[in-house]
């Protein structure tokens, strides 16, 4: 089974910045798509980022020009560069990996999360 590493994460006042990490346990061969999304207490998980197996970049409006989603293949990680942070950003914060694991057969993996937290 894969497991997601996700570390990076801190408390932070507001206007920093944090990188986010998520490490896979192995090499993934058919990974269809790799995300962040993000949970504060008594809401609703939200997609952050994602990053297509092509490289296609999608962003949530709260974040779009402040965030940035990117991978690097040959460590097998994800990262998000979070500038220009604001408390509304705080939150547990969860790397998401969809792979193909058989012909239009797909499997979500999660971390663990990361707590970010945005305070003065």
């Known amino acids: 089974q894969v497991q997601l590493v996700e570390s990076g994460g801190g408390s932070v006042q507001p206007g920093g910045s944090l990188r986010l990490s998520c490490a896979a346990s192995?090499?993934?061969?058919?990974?269809?798509?790799m995300g962040w999304y993000r949970q504060a207490p008594e809401k609703q998980r939200e997609l952050v980022a994602s990053i297509s197996s092509g490289g296609n970049t999608n962003y949530a409006d709260s974040v779009k020009g402040r965030f940035t989603i990117s991978r690097d293949n040959a460590q097998n990680t994800l990262y998000l560069q979070m500038n220009s942070l604001k408390p509304e950003d705080s939150a547990v914060y969860y790397c998401?990996?969809?792979?193909?694991?058989?012909?239009?057969?797909?499997?979500?993996?999660w971390g663990q999360g990361t707590q970010v937290t945005v305070s003065a």
């Open positions: 192995e090499r993934i061969s058919s990974i269809n798509s």
């Open positions: 998401n990996l969809v792979a193909r694991v058989r012909f239009n057969t797909f499997q979500n993996y």
